[in-house]
């Protein structure tokens, strides 16, 4: 036990003053010298037409091994950017992110290569997360079983273009679950599948952060994240609202959505 609440003090994610910013491009093509367009270039979104969004606004939190940390708000208030962020896929404009270890973001759009059959996912998608060949070859059985794609015929034989969005989902979180992990983080993954499926993932939740990992996931499914994340992060347009325990988090972001 000891061990453990030493374990829970250990850092493994820190958002300092976080701010992230989309620059979307929304001037009509003209004509012009090249020396135009590379002035427009430079001055990085201070021309007309160019859109500065500001998705996540000052964000600061730290993370500890064991914790699984649910994210919560409504549609674009910069769940899945902050994931992204955390993932070092997005630079920050201003502050900036500190982890421990290499995190993993696991989204539902993750890509798997359609015309390979779920045998070859399994294998390719093993080696981008770091396992080794012989560690995907003894894990391989229970990332199959684990998806369940197999319940109703020999799927993993057949390319991935062959199967729904929801097998194709339920593999992807499989292979990524069968790895331990000093940072994982889920988007929306746990709205697919069946019950029996949602259960699964629940539970694999949970066993990683006993094996010390830090877990974060986005959710619109409130009772996912009470049923596997002791802290939630609130997210509303871009700014932190709330960080705290799950009951106490979720029930103010109740009263405030009217659910």
């Known amino acids: 036990m000891a061990e453990q609440r030493a374990d829970a003090h250990i850092p493994t994610v820190i958002a300092d003053e976080l701010h992230i910013v ?25 021309e007309r037409g160019v859109r500065k969004v500001h ?13 699984a940390i649910g994210l919560i708000g409504s549609n674009g208030s910069g769940k899945s950017t902050l994931l992204r962020a955390i993932a070092g896929l997005l630079p920050p404009e201003k502050g900036k992110v500190f982890t421990d ?5 696991l989204g539902v759009n993750a890509a798997l ?19 080794t060949r012989e560690q995907i070859k003894e894990r391989y059985q229970g990332i199959v079983d684990f998806s369940g794609i197999n319940e109703k015929g020999d799927f993993i034989t057949l390319p991935m273009r062959t199967y729904s969005s929801g097998m194709a989902a339920r593999l992807r979180f499989s292979i990524a679950a069968a790895k331990d992990h000093d940072v994982l983080m889920i988007d929306e ?11 699964r993932s629940e539970d694999r939740i ?27 992060l609130w997210l509303e347009r871009g700014e932190l609202r709330m960080d705290g325990p799950t009951d106490e988090v979720l029930k103010e972001y109740e009263k405030f959505t009217g659910k």
């Open 101 to 105: 270890g290499q995190p993993s973001l």
């Open 55 to 67: 998705a996540v606004r000052g964000v600061s939190f730290v993370a500890y091994r064991g914790e």
């Open 22 to 46: 989309y620059r979307v491009n929304g001037a009509k093509s003209g004509k012009g010298s090249a020396t135009a367009a590379l002035s427009r270039i430079m001055k990085r979104g201070e």
């Open 113 to 131: 290569m359609n015309d390979l059959t779920g045998e070859r996912n399994v294998i390719l998608g093993g080696l981008a997360m770091g396992m």
């Open 189 to 199: 993954a746990l709205a697919t599948g069946d019950r029996k499926f949602q259960k």
């Open 206 to 232: 949970r066993e990683l952060r006993k094996e010390a990992g830090t877990v974060f996931l986005v959710s619109h499914n409130n009772k996912s994240i009470r049923d596997t994340c002791n802290r939630v």
